[in-house]
């Protein structure tokens, strides 16, 4: 089992950034590629970025291309995302998800954190 832990949320104003991490840990080696999904209230959720390869090829929605950057540190089973130029409509809770490649790369996911808040006014 894998367990994800989130850190980084909080509240900012537009055009302000943030930076989300997230930590594996238990059998990180089921966690080999990880990516960020988001849910505000009222709406499905969507993922924002994730990196599903192992050659760390990356995907991002079309909402958060050119200021969202997702990272992955693989020796430290670490994620991050960091958020530029935040906008109202990027409030939501943002979740972190880890799953083997080859299930990442259908944006399929076992395991996910618990999620943080970003709030932007």
């Known amino acids: 089992h894998v367990q994800l832990v989130e850190s980084g949320g909080g509240s900012v104003q537009a055009g302000g950034s943030l930076r989300l991490s997230c930590a594996a840990s238990g059998n990180t080696g089921d966690a080999t590629c990880m990516g960020w999904f988001r849910q505000a209230p009222g709406k499905e959720r969507e993922v924002v970025a994730a990196i599903f390869t192992a050659a760390g090829d990356t995907h991002y929605a079309a909402s958060v291309k050119g200021r969202f950057t997702i990272s992955q540190d693989n020796n430290n089973h670490t994620s991050s995302l960091q958020m530029n130029n935040l906008k109202a409509e990027d409030t939501a809770i943002y979740y972190c998800?880890?799953?083997?490649?080859?299930?990442?790369?259908?944006?399929?996911?076992?395991?996910w954190g618990q999620g943080t808040q970003v709030t932007v006014s």
């Open positions: 998800a880890a799953d083997l490649c080859f299930a990442a790369i259908h944006m399929t996911y076992s395991y």
